[in-house]
């Protein structure tokens, strides 16, 4: 398993896709960070998606999620994806940045 960022991107507040696994490979997510750069509370939603699959509360890691003003969320753990599986991530309002952190292995 190679360690890698698997992702890192501005949240909007459609589902946007930051990751997907390559052909032939499976991925390790150990890692994700929502660093909330705002004055406000914001509202997160982030799935792991089933190749050909819809985000949402199915799949979700974290389903409307409030992210206290000025604060980092981290989650810490282990989830294996398959080929073509995605990383899809939302949030109520822009102003939160995601990282996530992980490894691949063909």
Known sequence: VTPIRLAQASMTTSYL?????PTD???YVKDINVCN???SAITID???VPNEGTPGAANALYFGFSVA???TLQW???QIMNEFETIQVKA?????TVNIGGGEAT
């Open 17 to 21: 896709a930051i990751y997907t696994v």
């Open 25 to 27: 490979t499976r991925t």
């Open 37 to 39: 750069t705002t004055g």
């Open 46 to 48: 982030i799935s792991l």
């Open 69 to 71: 003003a000025n604060t």
């Open 76 to 78: 810490k753990g282990s």
């Open 92 to 96: 109520s309002s822009t102003g939160c």
